[in-house]
């Protein structure tokens, strides 16, 4: 057996360690091998940790626990669970996952008991890599793109993170866009870039028009976004977007540009055009747009919206 400990904000370089060792799994037995569980109640974690994996071999199990790091767990609990841990069965692996708001700079309380406990294992902190560090941007981009067989010119990585930031994820999701654009070619250019990928600016023209009650201009800015991206990406990005938004317009008094880059993972430069954008929007209504936002997302994802396009106009225009 063995046990990992994955925290930190990157959730898309978690969810690649997480699928490494699912190939561990015999493919045929996938629904029986493989299990995630949203912090579960103490009783339920100790059965968990217990579990006696059947005739298919390795299991895997992947515990969510972000809340327990905002709860105290009480000395024999923990004590409960170290020697759960400690004597589980062989064949069995488990994954204590804590993904952290993206963007708001926290981290876990290493002081906590849970904590020093869990360190004790394969415990690794992925972080969001900023967008000031280029260069490891750029090693990360060409080794993601390199599994996916395909090739930049220099200036293609320049274009991919002015483009789309250090969201690893959306990048991975462009990066496949390119992938069939380029076939039978391997190769991507600058160029390429500049005509597949959604970009920042191309959400700031979307928002500055929606901002400044402009709803007939906003509308053609969002149907010209439809034509690169369905729409619960477009959502998913502009929901990341907001969340550097709204931290820049509340820190922007306090903060320096360089502070603030820290805090949302964006360059220097690229805040300080985004806080020029910004002047006219009030933190009010990027707040509002949030919320809007967040309940489309729910209603589409549970099924509740039929026509997920309008679902997400709507938000738009309330």
């Not at 046990?3 to 904000?9: A, K, M, S, T």
């Not at 339920?44 to 994996?53: E, G, M, T």
């Not at 064949?91 to 876990?108: H, M, Q, S, Y």
């Not at 800015?221 to 977007?241: A, C, D, G, H, V």
Request: aromatic fraction near 10%.
């Amino acid at each position: 057996m063995a046990v990992y400990f994955f925290h930190g904000e990157e959730d898309f370089n978690i969810e690649k360690e997480i699928e490494k060792l699912k190939k561990n799994l015999d493919k045929n037995f996938l629904e029986m091998s493989f299990k995630t569980y949203d912090n579960p109640k103490f009783a339920d974690l100790i059965a968990i940790l217990r579990s006696q994996p059947m005739m298919f071999g390795k299991m895997l199990i992947i515990i969510n626990c972000l809340d327990y790091f905002s709860k105290t767990f009480e000395d024999k609990e923990l004590k409960e669970i170290s020697e759960a841990l400690e004597n589980n069965n062989d064949n069995l692996d488990i994954v204590f996952v804590a993904i952290l708001p993206r963007g708001e700079g926290k981290k876990l309380d290493s002081r906590k008991k849970l904590f020093k406990t869990l360190a004790k294992y394969n415990a690794k902190e992925f972080q969001t890599i900023p967008t000031y560090k280029v260069a490891e941007l750029e090693d990360w981009i060409k080794k993601q793109g390199k599994s996916k067989g395909i090739k930049f010119e220099p200036d293609a990585l320049t274009a991919i993170i002015s483009q789309i930031g250090n969201n690893l994820r959306q990048i991975d999701a462009e990066l496949e866009k390119l992938k069939l654009f380029i076939y039978p070619k391997d190769t991507v250019t600058a160029g390429m870039v500049k005509e597949m990928c959604i970009s920042n600016e191309d959400l700031f023209a979307f928002s500055d028009f929606l901002m400044e009650n402009q709803k007939d201009q906003a509308l053609l800015e969002y149907r010209k976004l439809l034509e690169k991206r369905y729409p619960l990406e477009i959502l998913s990005t502009l929901q990341t977007m907001l969340r550097r938004w709204i931290t820049l317009k509340a820190k922007a008094q306090e903060c320096s540009s360089f502070e603030l880059a820290k805090l949302t993972g964006m360059h220097e430069y690229v805040v300080k055009l985004n806080l020029q954008k910004l002047k006219k929007t009030s933190l009010k209504d990027l707040v509002k747009l949030k919320q809007n936002l967040t309940e489309a997302e729910f209603r589409i994802k549970s099924g509740q919206a039929f026509d997920i396009e309008n679902e997400i106009e709507n938000a738009f225009f309330q």
